[in-house]
């Protein structure tokens, strides 16, 4: 399903919206080898200031591999060796130390942490995403302000994690956001697709075989019909109701979209959206209204499909992948051939290893941390608890029934109830970000709306946020002083910051296993 619809998008995010693939340039570039290519260098290949176009015989592209991986390196020694005095990058008790008094003490969490590859990352984006991504998290630390002064919470931790009631406001902003930028995009992409569509009906030529894609339209739209009908069917044969297992589907192809929309256009490779597709259909039908019969087998296919909130969405992976081969020219087919042995691999190795993992480490699951203690007890506690009130209120319903009287409005339960603040939520933030791309269609200032619907994932940009900052410094400041000669030629640095941190993370994760050391390599993102 995600295979299709990156299938069917790619090329309209590429060519027709230029967006950057930030993910997608390193491994483009990286492809090009020792050897100078014509070409090469996603448009920047002039060997400017370098004199070649060979990412791999570029002094910039090592200088930034090199810092940062001796950096990462350098830092990482505190999983072996406690009290190393490690560079200080991270400051999550900025808040807590000095914001302590009055309406201050709302802000927290303030956290102040500098990953080098966000810095080389935001370098890649354009500048109105990079100031968006900070930007729009400071509108959210006033408008949790606005929140306190309001009586709602005692400081902004009581609104990062829970979508339901007055605790989702800003959750539901950014869900409602991340959605209406799915339609949005839809609505921009609507030529592209009804011409591949028509392709793909036989009513224009071309829908056979297409060179620059991995499948032909006619192929991407079957697989994609055929998957989407699939999902139904496997939900309803759980016990799903028809519409639900839709409305569900639906839901899980709309998010993951969104996110493959924000990693692709900002970089953003940790997001998370903190509603899944299980809330938001209980947003139409509330518990009650669903049944039993359907509530529990959709929450656990929904829990199946979210990734850890989308964190680790398949669709990104995929979509900068078929976007990296097509910068670096890789033949589609063989590129195809690649990507089903690389699921297929993660699939088993990911299965077997998760459980081997389990059942011969010491302590087993109960020593995996919140992965497989706290996080699924309260998620199936929360599920045990919700399906038993939806159970009494069936029954108690049907008793009532049976003597020709009804519940008392005042004795419903909250699972016959809709949670009208987390509609109302993610209406408004659906009716925010509309008005904010017809803004930026008729006033050129207009701030790029990207970082509100980062919202929906609150920790995600309160631990990158800093960064995102600093990366958007650099490069302005390199393109107001230097200009684009400048930037052209710094660019390779910044890329081979990314490179660096990611090459650190790989050999300590290899130390740490080789060694017995839990927890691997801690890059402080959770």
Known sequence: LMFAACGLLRRQWAEHEKLPFPLAQIPAEMLGGLEPVPGAGMGTGTGIGTGTDSFMRDPRAWAGMGLTFALSCWNAMENVAPGWPAFPLRNTEFGWTYLTDGWLRGLNPVWFVIYPSIIGLTYLVSAEIGFSLWFFYLVLKLAVLAALFNGLGAMHNDFMYSPVGWRGIFINQGTGALIAMVLAGLWLARGHLKHSLRQALGLEPGGGRDDDEVLSPRGLWLLLACCFAGSV????????????????????????????????????????????????????????????????????????????????????????????????????????????????????????????????????????GWVLAAFPQGEFKE??????????????????????????????????????????????????????????????????PIGYVVWTGQRAIALMWFSFFLGWLIKACIVKFGGARV?????????????????????WIAICWARNIPGGYYMHFN
């Open 233 to 368: 069917a496997w939900l309803c044969w759980a016990g799903v109701a028809l519409g639900y297992a839709f409305l569900g589907v639906t839901i899980v192809l709309v998010l993951v979209t969104g996110v493959a929309r924000l990693v692709s256009e900002g970089g953003i490779f940790y997001t998370q959206v903190l509603t899944s597709p299980a809330e938001l259909s209980l947003l139409v039908a509330p518990p009650a209204l669903m049944g039993q019969a359907s509530l529990v087998p959709l929450s656990l296919w929904s829990r199946l499909t979210v990734f850890d909130y989308y964190r680790l969405s398949p669709m990104v992976t995929l979509m900068t992948t078929l976007q990296a081969g097509a910068l670096a020219g890789v033949k589609k087919r063989s590129l195809a051939a690649g990507l089903l042995v690389a699921v297929l691999l993660a699939m088993l190795l990911g299965f077997f290893g998760f459980f081997d993992t389990l059942y011969h480490a010491e302590g087993g699951a109960g020593n995996a």
């Open 383 to 448: 599920l045990a608890a919700r399906s038993a009130s939806v159970h009494y209120y069936e029954e108690k319903s049907r008793a009532l029934a049976s003597q020709g009287r009804a519940l008392p409005e005042s004795e419903t339960p909250a699972v016959a109830r809709r949670d009208r603040h987390a509609i109302g939520w993610l209406a408004f933030g659906m009716l925010v970000m509309f008005v904010f791309v017809a803004l930026r269609t008729r006033v050129f200032w207009w701030p790029h």
């Open 487 to 507: 930037y052209l030629r710094w660019r390779r640095f910044f890329l081979g910051m990314v490179i660096g941190e990611a090459l650190a993370a790989l050999l």
